[in-house]
């Protein structure tokens, strides 16, 4: 039929198979091709059934979100699940791998479904901020009801076989797609079943129909933790219009809902981000071919906080772990609170009863630095100061075996200094977890003057098989993330000195997105470890260290920028705070004045993506949309704003380079000047994402 989409005839059976490589998306010549196919064997009369199915490793997976924002090219999708839904022969669909998106919504279309055990089903639109725009809003709930429809539509998350199976979703688990539905087709046509068309059956609606609080419920539920989205709140409205709009008039709104949504910033944001996460494994200045090492045992080196969650993390990939303290208290300690965050998870319902149990089991704790002898990685998460980590290092050389990965979990740190105290530098380079990092996706892998190319890949490959986003960056003082974050709590002092008080400069950063403001964040961290730093470095920052001298350390004490009550770890604004700002001030005599919520927001995000500037320049990231991903996965950057480099676009850094030169004279801080490349930018009407193409190019 074409080259994409091929027919063979088992007597009365046709099996139409889409072959695109590499997840048989649904480019044009692919729509043409499954159109063209069932169209000519619909009147075919040696044809009395049709099974639609797909070659390599998946059944359909999506759209080409590389058609998106393009002239479309017919035919549409809508139009060839119509071809599919009237053809008067049975059409199965045979899925294998994944059937996602505008690939479930194709399978939706036929009149009956067959998938493999391990087939995964979904509609994951609503993570690119769109919604399925094909008739799978409408066609899913009246598959599998409205409750699990809806949730499926606004989490975006597939279900497996069996659940597909027990909700009606297919209508049997088979061996092999191609075999197993052609065995179905058989079974129909033996049966004389009538074609289930599923915009003709409301019979799984009628008792959310009867009590619409079923249906309000269940998509509240999943609406749960879209603060901010847009597209779960499309998504739900597109879902009730099952029980009362006809479903010619719904697939004609769910499309109009669609474009609206494409057209918008946060749309595009979460696509930017969606590419961006793929680009950052794209590894610069490594010679093709350069292939992993093996990695089949990991050691850890500390079980505190950070060594414990990363531990987790290993664990929960089924890759065996010797996590290594120096004694058995320590040890005990740090084991007792894996199991107990394991635990936690299972009563809650997050992981299998018997996880806990499975995992531990994975995890060998031991004392003594010896232990890493088996190890293909070896992660030391030590305490974050340079005498101890070059200590550990130089131990290790003497106990690590010839050709392991050794990496270090610092966050700020020189790793090029840590490898200079061994003979093994071009083993050494940085893994920045993020905490907790059984739960933060970033991992910033951080590649030194001398590591070796095969090292580097082997990192971003095993963070990769833990399920960690890795972003490769190069040695400076708090590498990308906490860089950028470092020019943002300058500025956040600044503002309580100038007038500003820790509630409205916290209200501000979540209001624009971000999970919690500096000085919530600073109180959960605990302020006695910056206080502590300071004192070492001899560096003074007058509200800070008067609240610790005060004892108000944070959470940990009830009080640090707010007051906490017992139990709670909701921030109060405290007025012995605002009196504290106060004083501090008059005793440097600083004058206080208004500052307006827009100087606020302007301050918390111009700065770093000035720094992000420097950044580039530097080359200690590679893309703009690498910083993207660090701060959308190490920080909580909101995804429907798409990173900071992505929202300069947005605004504009022409603006952003106007501003940052007017707060620079207006605070006397030459460090808010605009760097040379924004500047630069900013003059030539350029945009990161031009520079990024430019770089790109010149490759």
Request: hydrophobic residues 40%; neutral net charge; glycine residues 10%.
């Amino acid at each position: 039929m074409s080259e994409v989409v091929k027919v063979e005839r088992h007597d009365v059976v046709a099996i139409v198979t889409i072959d695109s490589p590499p997840v048989n998306a649904l480019s044009a010549a692919v729509r043409g091709g499954i159109s063209g196919a069932i169209k000519s064997l619909g009147s075919d009369p040696q044809v009395q059934a049709i099974v639609l199915t797909c070659a390599g490793r998946t059944f359909i997976a999506g759209a080409d979100i590389t058609e998106f924002g393009k002239p479309p090219k017919p035919p549409g999708l809508g139009e060839v699940i119509s071809d599919i839904e009237n053809c008067p022969k049975p059409v199965i669909a045979a899925i294998h791998g994944t059937a996602l998106g505008g690939g479930l919504e194709v399978a939706l279309g036929c009149h009956f479904r067959v998938a493999t055990k391990d087939a995964k089903l979904g509609l994951p639109e609503v993570k690119l901020g769109l919604l399925p725009g094909a008739g799978g809003t409408q066609r899913l709930p009246r598959a599998v009801g409205p409750e699990l429809g809806v949730k499926m539509v606004i989490t975006g998350d597939p279900i497996g076989a069996a659940e597909a199976l027990k909700n009606g979703l297919i209508e049997e688990i088979v061996e092999g797609p191609a075999s197993g539905g052609e065995a179905f087709a058989r079974k129909v046509l033996a049966e004389k079943r009538p074609l289930r068309k599923l915009r003709d059956d409301d019979s799984k609606l009628a008792a959310a129909k009867a009590d619409r609080s079923i249906f309000t419920n269940a998509a509240a539920a999943a609406n749960k933790r879209n603060r901010g989205l847009d597209a779960p709140l499309a998504c739900a409205e597109a879902v009730s219009w099952v029980f009362d709009v006809p479903f010619d008039e719904a697939l004609k709104r769910e499309r109009e809902s669609f474009m609206k949504l494409v057209a918008g910033d946060q749309s595009k944001a979460q696509r930017h981000a969606f590419f961006a996460e793929r680009e950052a494994t794209k590894i610069d200045g490594v010679p093709e071919g350069t292939k992993a090492r093996k990695v089949e045992r990991v050691a850890i080196i500390g079980a505190g906080t950070m060594g414990g969650g990363i531990a987790m993390s290993f664990a929960n990939a089924g890759i065996p772990v010797t996590l290594i303290e120096t004694g058995e208290e320590q040890l005990k300690r740090g084991l007792g609170i894996i199991q107990k965050n394991y635990e936690a998870t299972a009563a809650r319902g997050g992981i299998p009863a018997d996880a806990p149990a499975k995992r531990m089991a994975l995890i060998n704790g031991v004392v003594g630095l010896e232990n890493v002898k088996d190890a293909d990685l070896v992660i030391e998460a030590v305490f974050e100061t340079m005498a101890v980590k070059k200590e550990v290092f130089g131990k290790l050389e003497q106990f690590a075996k010839p050709g392991a990965v050794l990496a270090s979990n610092t966050s700020y740190l020189n790793i090029n200094e840590i490898a200079a105290t061994t003979s093994r530098a071009s083993d050494i380079l940085g893994m920045h977890f993020f905490s907790p990092a059984n739960v933060m996706k970033l991992c910033e892998i951080v590649r030194a003057e001398k590591t070796a190319p095969d090292a580097l890949v082997t990192a971003v490959s095993i963070a990769k098989r833990i399920a960690k986003v890795p972003a490769v960056v190069g040695v400076c003082d708090g590498f990308v993330g906490n860089r950028m974050l470092a020019a943002r709590s300058k500025q956040s002092e600044k503002l309580l000195f100038e007038g500003a008080l820790p509630q409205q400069v916290d209200a501000v950063v979540t209001r624009f997105g971000l999970p919690m403001g500096p000085f919530a964040m600073g109180d959960l961290a605990g302020l006695d470890i910056g206080w502590r730093s300071r004192k070492d470095r001899g560096i003074k920052s007058e509200i800070a260290d008067a609240l610790c001298e005060a004892g108000r350390f944070g959470q940990k004490t009830g009080k640090g920028y707010y007051k906490y009550e017992a139990g709670s770890r909701a921030p109060l604004p405290d007025p012995e705070v605002e009196k504290l700002i106060e004083e501090t001030c008059a005793r440097l005599g600083l004058k206080r004045r208004e500052v307006s919520d827009e100087e606020i927001l302007e301050r918390m995000t111009y700065p770093m993506i000035n720094e992000g500037a420097r950044i580039l320049e530097e080359k200690i990231a590679a893309r703009p949309s690498d910083i993207d991903v660090i701060w959308l996965y190490g920080y909580g950057w909101p995804v429907y704003r798409g990173g900071p480099m992505f929202y300069a676009d947005q605004v504009g850094l022409k603006h952003i380079a106007e501003r940052l030169s007017f707060y620079a004279q207006q605070t006397n801080d030459p460090s808010l000047e605009p760097a040379p490349l924004l500047k630069r930018l900013a003059e030539q009407g350029e945009t990161f994402a031009s520079y990024a193409k430019g770089a790109a190019k010149a490759a």
